[in-house]
């Protein structure tokens, strides 16, 4: 935190402002194989275009994310379950989580610049079979020795008929490669905690959920949040919005996946939902 000073004949006032900072100079290095791997100097992310548009791998040298990486399994009553970071779409809210093991993507390298900021990273590429007329586009996209994911969603109406769908994006999550201790964090009338047991459960927030491992804290800072407390089998988290699409145009979310050292530094990111992303 800094204080902002205001000096007037009438009164003198301290404003507290935050600022984050989201990495440093640097240089943001991209492999382009069959998985893309980019590397900013401080976290390594891993895409799988060809496996559900997936984010397999995020963390130093230990994974964050749960994936079934390289075949997909099945988790709870999900069959197939990909796992990592993935987007997501589908019709109504009973169909969640939709069909996307069903659609095949492609990729393109990308970089843009954003609050003054180099940005680089992959995009991968989805028109829907199940949703037709619609493309999926996401981004997975950090900045020189940053411990921050930034995920830019967008669905793009080809058609001149408008589209009402629910979007977002799948969260699965290890922190520090472990479930065993993986504790979840939100907010609804006040700050809640679920450790891991044999019993589970669901529910929506909004702007900030946290799984937390022995010192890290996964953090999710979007519109809208669906927290899942899969008992023994971890604590996931969702970024799930019901979209409106008009004809021709395109509609966009971002959200952001920091790995913070405390809670209070994880609950400081919420701020980045006040900063325009452009």
Excluded at 63 to 71: A, C, G, Q, V
Aim: proline share 5%; with cysteine.
């Amino acid at each position: 935190w800094k204080y902002l000073e205001m000096e007037t004949d009438l009164f003198h006032k301290k404003i507290p402002v935050p600022i984050l900072r989201v990495g440093k100079r640097g240089e943001v290095s991209i492999s382009e194989k069959n998985i893309i791997e980019i590397k900013n100097g401080l976290y390594i992310t891993r895409v799988a275009p060809h496996f559900c548009g997936s984010v397999i791998f995020f963390g130093r040298e230990v994974n964050n994310l749960l994936t079934s990486y390289p075949e997909p399994t099945q988790l709870g009553w999900f069959r197939p379950w990909f796992g990592g970071i993935h987007p997501l779409l589908f019709i109504d809210e009973e169909k969640f989580p939709g069909w996307m093991h069903k659609e095949a993507f492609t990729h393109r390298i990308v970089s843009t610049e954003k609050c003054n900021i180099p940005w680089k990273g992959v995009k991968v590429i989805c028109t829907s079979n199940e949703v037709k007329g619609i493309q999926l586009e996401t981004q997975y996209l950090t900045t020189a020795f940053s411990n921050l994911l930034v995920i830019e969603h967008a669905l793009v109406n080809l058609t001149s008929a408008p589209f009402t769908v629910y979007t977002g994006v799948s969260f699965y999550l290890q922190p520090e490669g472990s479930l065993e201790e993986a504790t979840l964090y939100y907010e609804q009338n006040g700050l809640q905690e679920r450790r891991r047991t044999s019993y589970g459960g669901w529910t929506r927030c909004r702007d900030w959920a946290a799984v937390k491992g022995k010192t890290t804290f996964l953090t999710l800072i979007a519109d809208s949040i669906v927290v899942a407390d899969m008992g023994k089998e971890g604590a996931h988290l969702y970024s799930i919005t019901k979209s409106k699409i008009p004809p021709f145009s395109t509609v966009q979310y971002v959200s952001y996946l920091v790995a913070a050292d405390s809670l209070e530094q994880s609950q400081n990111y919420k701020f980045l939902r006040g900063v325009p992303w452009k």
